[in-house]
């Protein structure tokens, strides 16, 4: 199981030499699953298929986001990445069943191929550490390395630096998910960084305390005025978000998905139910998770 991810804090800094930016993020994985199949290929070949949920407004044909199935995909470029450094004469028959949105900023695919990953690391018998594997995953994109481990986290440098963080508490969040999506290079490319950048302690002390209405206060996510620029969903979120009694709001990551904070369960259901006959894409409430 591959969850997905909501970005609770994300301040863009300094553009670096390589092209990247230099990020501050909190991150948070979210009871929201893509399902991962491993099997061991004798034959020495990789493989994949994928199949987008029945549910899912991601279809591989005539919909949102199509797939890939060949070696752009995430996940084979992750298995052929250790297989290349680890063990070159194996093989594997890769699955994915999609439920996550795919281009929304909730980093489906990212975490699709730390699964896999973990997966190969196991059934080839490998031994690697996690921190061997990270170094893989942060070859294949920035947010990989998260998903290599439980829980909320701190991520900085371009992404790939990765600090637990034990006391978030569980919380519950309704998270919106637009029909189209944006590419992430895009909306780096239209973001300024920031001139003072904002600080992620009052937010982690905020939300170490259980004070939810100062953390909905304190909700960043920098990328999202240069995604609101790219893509109308963004401020239409925005818009019927404020209708709501959430405790704060933003998008997640480089969008196109936004999210509310809600104080329980129970109310996450109901600005779900709100939310939901507006027209606005999938819409779910979802809590924190592992
Ligand atoms: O590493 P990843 O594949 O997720 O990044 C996709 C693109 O997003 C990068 O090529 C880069 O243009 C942009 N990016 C960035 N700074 C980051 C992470 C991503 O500029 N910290």
Redesign the pocket.
Known sequence: MAPAKVNLFLEVHAKRLD???E?ETLLAPVDWFDTVYFKDDPRGQISLWCEVAAGSHDRKRGGRVSIPEGPDNLVVKAIEALRRRAAPTRGARLGLVKRIPAAAGLAGGSSDAAAALVAANHAWQLRRTTEELAEIAAEI???LPFFLGPGAAICRG??ERVERVASLGQLHLVVVAPPDGLA??DV?RACRPADSPRPIEPLLDALAKGHLDKAGRLLTNRLQSAAARLSPWIERAEVHMDQTDVLGHQMSGSGTSYFGLCRNATHARRVARQLGTRGLGRVRAVRTWG
């Open positions: 092209g990247y930016h990020l994109g920035s947010d371009r992404g992430t290079v780096y």
